[in-house]
């Protein structure tokens, strides 16, 4: 939420408001350093368990984890969360190549 916060006084993007004010709400009126990180998790734990060589054991994990990232793509990209609507370069790169690799159409 704090560079989100920042991202906001220096754009004024109301996308980046909408996410501060759901995440003040969820929290009653305290907000965590960071929240939700769940596309951010879900992305890296794929590319952790190829890089390591052992994916062929957690293929349908793999499956879900690369399902729930896809419903959550968007033309712009991805966020490193779901209800987060600032794309993130990062995460939409690494995202893009796992869901290519796995047959997704991105």
């Given at each position: 939420?704090?560079?989100t916060?920042?991202?906001?006084?220096?754009?004024?993007?109301?996308?980046?408001?909408?996410?501060?004010?759901?995440?003040?709400?969820?929290?009653?009126?305290?907000?965590?350093?960071?929240?939700?990180?769940?596309?951010?998790?879900?992305?890296?734990?794929?590319?952790?368990?190829?890089?390591?060589?052992?994916?062929?054991?957690?293929?349908e994990?793999?499956?879900?984890?690369?399902?729930?990232?896809?419903?959550?793509?968007?033309?712009?990209?991805?966020?490193?969360?779901?209800?987060?609507?600032?794309?993130?370069?990062?995460?939409?790169?690494?995202a893009?190549?796992?869901?290519?690799?796995?047959?997704?159409?991105?």
């Amino acid at each position: 939420p704090s560079s989100t916060a920042f991202a906001f006084m220096h754009t004024r993007d109301n996308n980046c408001l909408k996410y501060l004010r759901n995440a003040v709400e969820r929290f009653n009126g305290g907000v965590p350093s960071v929240f939700p990180v769940d596309l951010f998790e879900h992305i890296w734990i794929v590319d952790r368990l190829q890089r390591l060589g052992i994916s062929r054991y957690f293929e349908e994990g793999i499956k879900e984890c690369l399902d729930y990232v896809h419903r959550y793509w968007t033309d712009k990209g991805i966020c490193w969360a779901r209800c987060s609507h600032v794309q993130d370069i990062d995460d939409t790169a690494m995202a893009f190549r796992l869901l290519r690799l796995h047959g997704y159409q991105v």
